[in-house]
């Protein structure tokens, strides 16, 4: 009984190159991944705030159909955030959030104060609010006539 053996034995293993190369690429992936993630996480943090805004002008809405009263969403700008009447719960937006709001020339008072007012039978005084991060933005438009909120990139 013969067994074949091969002249050169074969090496399970790897290169030194093989290894510098794979060493290489992984040190150019990991220092791509923070400025990758810093841009996802900021447009995130935008989104969320985009959807807050909206949530607190239907919770506004709903709560003028239900107590058949007129509620307003005051927007205060220089703080960056806005308060419901009669819930007297002031919401803030992230630092790095930029707050914008259009609305009733009625309904401003003074230069970092609007009201968006929704009324008993859904409508409102309509506006937007423009929410932007560096150059990146969202707005949330409130229709006058049914009172729909909404968000547009």
């Known amino acids: 009984m013969t067994t074949w053996m091969p002249s050169r034995p074969f090496c399970n293993g790897f290169t030194l190159v093989e290894l510098l190369v794979v060493l290489l690429i992984l040190t150019l992936v990991a220092s791509l991944v923070p400025a990758v993630m810093s841009g996802r996480i900021g447009g995130s943090e935008l989104k969320s705030s985009a959807r807050q805004v909206a949530a607190g002008l239907r919770l506004a809405r709903s709560e003028a159909i239900a107590g058949n009263r007129a509620v307003g969403v005051l927007f205060d700008v ?19 959030v930029d707050l914008a709001v259009n609305t009733a020339q009625s309904e401003l008072t003074d230069d970092g104060h609007a009201y968006i007012r929704f009324f008993p039978d859904g409508s409102a005084t309509g506006g937007s609010v423009e929410l932007t991060r560096d150059d990146r933005g969202y707005v949330v438009k409130v229709d006058w006539l049914t009172g729909r909120v909404r968000i547009v990139e």
């Open 78 to 96: 220089e703080r960056r955030g806005f308060e419901i009447e009669g819930l007297r719960d002031f919401r803030g937006l992230p630092g790095k």
